[in-house]
């Protein structure tokens, strides 16, 4: 079996933050990947997944494809303060 390269660890890392999201309402799913893929990943990784996920071989999830390609007009639903690290303290608690 051969490693996976950069771009086949970057669509895996994808789909499985598509996994994660499934389980909401489309276009919810959509805009919590794109804000998290936003939030968490470097822009050399963002460009790279931008530029092998639109192959058809790339087995990237119609979700995850589809956060790359639109701007999402749906709210993620996780909550600001835990899907943008800047926004820390913000209320993301559940302590209290």
């Known amino acids: 079996m051969s490693a996976l390269t950069s771009d ?9 933050i598509s996994t ?3 389980s909401y ?3 919810e799913a959509v ?3 794109h804000k998290h ?3 968490f990943w470097t822009p050399k990784m963002r460009a790279s997944l931008e530029a092998f996920g639109p192959k058809p071989e790339s087995g990237l999830d119609p979700l995850a494809l589809r956060a790359l390609r639109e701007k999402p007009e749906a709210d993620s639903p996780v909550r600001a303060g835990t899907r943008n690290p800047q926004l820390q303290g913000a ?3 559940d302590a209290g």
């Not at 086949?8 to 499985?16: C, I, S, T």
């Open 91 to 93: 209320g993301a608690s």
């Open 37 to 39: 893929i936003l939030a």
């Open 20 to 22: 994660f999201f499934r």
């Open 8 to 16: 086949e660890k970057l669509v895996r890392m994808a789909n499985q």
């Open 31 to 33: 805009a919590g990947i």
């Open 25 to 27: 309402p489309e276009e």
